[in-house]
């Protein structure tokens, strides 16, 4: 009996690391699949603080909006 409960932890350990957390936005609603980050000046001017995940869309539209015209880059991460 001992035995299947460690199995089922250890089964359960493994699958966590293989598991993707999967978000989605707070606007519009959509998957957010790509991982991407903004400056906090950027997410407090473009008032987002109390909103949480948006998708690249909806923080464009936002930046837009508001007069700005964003340029996303690609970058290699370690």
Do not use: N, S
Not at 27 to 37: E, L, Y
């Amino acid at each position: 009996m001992r035995m299947v409960w460690w199995l089922r932890r250890l089964f359960k350990r493994e699958l966590a690391k293989h598991t993707c957390v999967i978000e989605y936005c707070h606007i519009c609603g959509a998957q957010v699949g790509q991982v991407w980050w903004a400056d906090d000046e950027l997410w407090v001017d473009f008032g987002c603080l109390p909103i949480g995940i948006l998708c690249i869309r909806c923080f464009d539209q936002r930046a837009f909006e508001r007069g700005y015209l964003l340029r996303w880059r690609p970058e290699i991460c370690p």
